[in-house]
């Protein structure tokens, strides 16, 4: 039980359902003073909104934040900010046939098992892609925190769908991630990865793919030891992103290939500061931020929802029946979740750089010039 | 600051540093009642004890374990159990110059950043895989109490080292893990390994690999959405193991290339329960675990340390430099990791079966009569 | 920073401000299968709304509870409840002066410190006794849980105002506690209260006094040692309530009197069970309930709104000038603070009975069976 | 469970038994930096060192600290710091008699409840007041960080033994509050709570008394609401001292019969900052600081130890007995408590001032510099 805090000193609550009357959260640790509205957190839910693409689940929801506390005269408070999304465009009817047949895939089976029926099933209930509304309003938040105050950059973008990958990335391209509703920043790969998604779509079916994440400006040593590291706080953020099956830092499983003379990244002298030569830590060693770009891939497994007829069990009978799962749902995940992916590393880094000192409790009014004087 | 408390039920906190006094750990959380003693924690440090194969490092320690508080008679009595291994054969010799000159890889320059120079930098202090003895001591009695109480089989093993992989495993194949020191439960595969060790050591050289875990016997329903999941807690806890760089459930990352029709595992009823016919999940869904086998593999970069000269840079005359490392360390660290993982694992589900209400604050002295009641 | 979460595991959350939106709460961690609708709080919320009686401030607030999430026909699901009361009777008009101004005995000028300004200081923002509605709201599902599962009933009623006491009380007469708006079981005594009130009110003062608390049916054991003890988290919670200045246990500061031959609660055998003979410990010895009727004591200041002439300071000028108070307020808190008080009581033992294990993470339909299978 | 861990930055970790062989603390979140070693702790343990005057249990140990991690060449790391006291002058033999037939106002028989029987119960295991050496050796730790980094000074003092009372105190007087043993700074006092400890003592009876705490130099706005305020985090730290009935802060249960027009504390200029003219508040109001010397008031009962016969239960055969408590104990815990009050009251206000920004997670070698430039 109570497993909807996230965070030690930006302290993030989720609740809501995905049917129910809305989805929310409230962040618990935000410094006083930040300039702060609905426009900064719209914009990434519309990043997030689902019926914008012919790629993605035509649920009909304007996903409009609504901010109860913790904000005043444009600035927070240092008071908790709740924020919520009402849900608008709620369709149940075939839930309560998924609640006795649950859909492989979901987690209609583990949820009515651990709560004894009593989880609120309709549309996933907490277990909907949907409750990572949450993450991005709060997220949203630690993303204009992490810019005002450290210069840090988040780009997430679509590494991979299926088998199309992105090769190289420049952080040029990152920029223009958002320009085509794939997330892809490679125009050529992105066209390729349309026709994958078209027939995946054309049979009913659905696919896989991986989010990269750059993270730029990261100052040396945020992360706490030996629990609380980056790589510890980030992957378990990471993973409360439905659809989450792997994540891996800098080489990550293909270091398991390497040897030591080939993954060690030297220590150079660039201009007056010490650098990596090269970046197969991903950023983070011995779960410290070490000056490189953070880089994290997170594999999303194919959404469960697919259109095909698949075997499961009635939980009323005992016995097994075939199944053809209704609804709107996005053939792949991936795009839509690179705003969240960004959102949640984003809630993580502002927890840990509150908590290594780099985030005052209170950013006065003269912030800027408390910025230039401290650096 | 303040991130070595792991857990919020099982809490378990790490202390002590690689060539201090000791490296210690404090659980605070353990039921009464549970029958424990030293040789429960003895055999797992032995299992890690460096020096016992050619194939680790010849650093000589007992590892013995001294238990502090907590037990009494021969049973747990609900207060913390404080255990500690203390040092015995330490040569700090090499380290100033390393605190000075960071090795590649280590996190002799991020600490020396985090901390302004005062971390105890002698044996890599707090970041030294050493200090998984917190982890092996608590996981050990967490171990003890998951088969007391629920009969949960935890049994992780080297899936790979460099390219050298095992296919297919047996759940019997597993009992016999731990009968070679490459722990790799296929004796021919460990045939292979051995060979690629002997080379990479004939070339002062270190090399990574992949730890499989496979928890057998959890109940359906343990985790707590949405943010601790047994994922998200499971990948927290263990990436705090050094070396690890990337963390996958079931399919994983090849869960991203698949298609839903491909990956959705099925339910199925077999006897009078509900299962799954195949599991891609790897035992969780939705963060909860699932009933199916757990299944876990972590990606171990190859250990920094290697004989061969690196680049690196003088941090007080700010000039590249050549740094042979040299001291005690081992070729691949993950023979030695596989009862680490074991007990990091064990923590984790320790922490969450007793959230969710399996584990009891107390197994009376008849605990054995109410188990059986119960089920 | 982040001082809005309560507990471990009946997790409370507390967000809104006096004169923003709403005031809002959210419990994580209440088990499934609760029954539990807004009814269950609004009884709580009435008993607390001002306006209801001349001894009352005259804010008109309907205050009226609205459950955003977590509940679902009819039953807590085992997800995080969002509950708000919206504000609807706001006048701000005069804050802005108090806000330059410091109220002496509000927290104006503390906060603005603290906040550097950026605080929301209408109506006394997160300082407000309005913040009790969070209490009220997350108490009231409380008390419902713990009736429910263990019996457990809470009484608190106004043992004092000013110099007014009530001496003796018994527990039928502390059922008739809420007959009265002075919350105060003797009639007689309630009497020469409303006589007290009457002349403060009057001169335009305000005065203190103190609530008790008697809870019964608390089984042996609860409360966790050293630091999570039933004192130690009872009083930090009541703490929480604006206007306490003390918190007693049983004899409390009396027994710093006594002599341990009359202190001590001797050990008597009543029917079967082992019973104390009286009750100086106020049942809770070692941090532990020891069975025996829990009696906490919570001493209020007088309100700090009074409409006779203040000195403070102007904070622009850093004069010294005269302030006169107004807009609505009590002459004394503590009728109103009597629910808010069982309220708060009811948190912190919901939150550690889950602890010890007597809440189980789900309450089946056939609750009622368990339970008395189970004893 | 695990309620052995205090704090949210400086966090306090606590084990060890009475009897056990230690007792021991963690401290997780100290800074970098701090000079710091055996004596810093040394001088606190002999403060409440047993057998030192004849008004003090005989036990006789030398409770000597053995600082096991987090401190390296004189300075503490950054890293968890472990601290001991070895055990040495055990006696058990009672003990067991105890066990089966609980002596009134200890926690013997609520302990054995509540772990059924496999609690260590020598000595009275975790609910003895040796378990405050952990408070003693984590405080004395926070003790030298507030006076290194804010200069704050934490004074505390014998107030009431019984009836005998110091009614009002100068800073001057408090410098000088361990100069006897009773801890009572004024010395004409101290000869009367003498006499009433002679007399106590040879009645083999015991008595109560009264801590004040009053600190000095605390900047505004520390403390975290609406739950974690300085009144909320201090009163639950205070609890946990064992004999602990009550706590108030200024006027405290007085405040109660007070009216608002004698009670609030107006504001006022002096020099050219913002003080108050009174300190009926005790320097905490809203939960924050308010810059006025803090003033707390601790209540402690009998010590429950006392050689008179007094009935209680057997619990095998459950019939009422008569017991007497042999063995060695305090007449009055009241001076031995002083500085473990400080100590505990120094945790708190480090976990407070750390969550506030106040201390920096490295006090780097040119601190003192750093400070100047600062202020």
């Known amino acids: 039980m109570s497993g909807n805090v996230l965070g030690k000193r930006f302290v993030v609550v989720s609740f809501g359902e995905s049917h129910g009357r809305c989805v929310g959260v409230v962040v618990d640790g935000c410094p006083a003073g930040l300039p702060f509205d609905e426009r900064d957190v719209q914009k990434y839910l519309d990043l997030r909104r689902p019926g914008t693409s012919r790629y993605y689940t035509s649920r009909l929801e304007p996903d409009e934040v609504d901010i ?4 005043f005269n444009g600035y927070t408070t240092g008071a908790p900010i709740a924020m919520v999304v009402w849900n608008r465009d709620v369709d149940s009817d075939h839930y309560s046939e998924y609640h006795r047949r649950p859909r492989p895939g979901h987690a209609d089976y583990v949820a009515r098992v651990k709560y004894d029926g009593f989880n609120d099933w309709r549309g996933g209930g ?3 892609g949907r409750i990572t509304l949450s993450h991005v309003m709060a997220g949203s938040l630690a993303i204009k925190l992490l810019e005002y105050v450290l210069s840090v950059k988040i780009c997430a973008y679509t590494k991979r769908i299926g088998d199309v990958e992105v090769d190289k990335i420049t952080y040029e391209k990152l920029e223009r991630r ?24 054309a049979s009913g079916d659905s696919i896989g793919g991986v989010v990269e994440v750059v993270i730029l400006n990261v100052p040396v040593g945020i992360g706490e030891p030996v629990f609380d590291g980056l790589e510890q706080d980030l992957s378990k953020a990471l993973f409360s992103i439905p659809g989450v099956k792997g994540v891996e830092f800098g080489a990550g499983f293909e270091s398991s290939k390497m040897r030591g003379s080939e993954f060690n990244d030297r ?4 201009g007056s500061t010490v650098r990596y030569e090269s970046n197969n830590m991903g950023g983070i060693v011995g779960g410290l931020s070490n000056g490189m770009p953070i880089i994290v891939r997170v594999a999303f497994r194919p959404p469960s929802s697919i259109s095909i007829p698949q075997k499961t069990v009635d939980l009323e009978t005992l016995k097994e029946v075939d199944i053809t799962v209704r609804g709107r749902h996005d053939p792949c995940i991936v795009p839509r979740a690179v705003p969240v992916v960004e959102a949640t590393v984003a809630i993580v880094l502002a927890d840990h750089a509150t908590r290594y000192g780099l985030i005052p409790p209170v950013l006065s009014k003269e912030y800027g010039k408390f910025k230039r004087r401290d650096s």
């Open 178 to 201: 958002y320009s085509n509703p794939l997330r892809c920043p490679d125009p050529v790969i992105a066209k390729k990865m349309e026709e994958v998604l078209n027939s995946v779509m």
């Open 126 to 128: 907490r277990f909907s």
């Open 68 to 71: 109860l506390s913790g904000v």
């Open 267 to 270: 220590l150079v002298v660039r």
